[in-house]
């Protein structure tokens, strides 16, 4: 069973940046596509971005569509999101998500591991 934990959250201002790491432990990280959720208090669980698990393809919700960028190092058991031109309906608790499945999903009931969360949070 693979345990994953999420960091690189953090209070920063409309415009600016952020990288969140997901570190995996307890299996290996390629075994899994991985996915990465956020949820805003008051709202549902919603898709971020996805990658398949040698990081080949990679796909988006709408809301962050140019602006974050997934990416994955096996060999160090690790999943990134890169987040650019951050706003304030950015602000949430970003999770990341191990899958075992067959086939890519944006759903979150099926992914099989989740992290404990990051806090993101924009100021305008």
């Known amino acids: 069973q693979v345990q994953l934990v999420e960091s690189g959250g953090g209070l920063v201002q409309a415009g600016d940046s952020l990288r969140l790491s997901c570190a995996a432990s307890g299996g290996t990280l390629s075994s899994y596509r991985m996915g990465w959720f956020r949820q805003a208090p008051g709202k549902e669980r919603e898709f971020v971005a996805l990658i398949s698990k040698l990081g080949a393809t990679s796909a988006y919700g709408d809301s962050v569509k140019e602006r974050f960028r997934i990416s994955r190092d096996n060999a160090k058991n690790t999943v990134y999101l890169q987040m650019d031109s951050l706003l304030p309906e950015d602000t949430a608790v970003y999770y990341c998500?191990?899958?075992?499945?067959?086939?890519?999903?944006?759903?979150?009931?099926?992914?099989?591991?989740w992290g404990q969360g990051t806090q993101v949070t924009v100021s305008s």
């Open positions: 998500a191990a899958d075992l499945g067959f086939r890519s999903s944006r759903e979150s009931k099926d992914y099989d591991y």
